[in-house]
Nanobody, 117 residues
Framework: QVQLVESGGGLVQAGGSLRLSCAASFSNYAMAWFRQAPGKEREFVGRISASGTLTDYADSVKGRFTISRDNAKNTVYLQMNGLKPEDTAVYYC?????????????WGQGTQVTVSS
């Protein structure tokens, strides 16, 4: 059974930082982060290759968010700096079939991030 579990969400003031974690029951997959704010569509945040060498980010978070991974722990991280109220959303991690293939094999349950002004 494939499992992904997000953690690390919470309440933070604008300009603050949070680090989200995604623990997987498997390794060697490219991973991605998404978010969904109330009343809005799901938004792509960023992705990371299986080795951790390659990353890619949405323009809305580029320069503020960083994705990394520790394959020994089967864990992917989303470091969020300079948070803004518009970053408030439920954040989800997902496993990609491959770096160049836009196909998601598994999703986590999500973790809430709330940024106050």
């Amino acid at each position: 059974q494939v499992q992904l579990v997000e953690s690390g969400g919470g309440l933070v003031q604008a300009g603050g930082s949070l680090r989200l974690s995604c623990a997987a029951s498997f390794s060697n997959y490219a991973m991605a982060w998404f978010r969904q704010a109330p009343g809005k569509e799901r938004e792509f945040v960023g992705r990371i290759s299986a080795s951790g060498t390659l990353t890619d980010y949405a323009d809305s978070v580029k320069g503020r968010f960083t994705i990394s991974r520790d394959n020994a722990k089967n864990t992917v991280y989303l470091q969020m700096n300079g948070l803004k109220p518009e970053d408030t959303a439920v954040y989800y991690c997902a496993a990609r079939r491959a770096w160049a293939v836009d196909d998601y094999l598994a999703w986590g349950q999500g973790t809430q991030v709330t940024v106050s002004s």
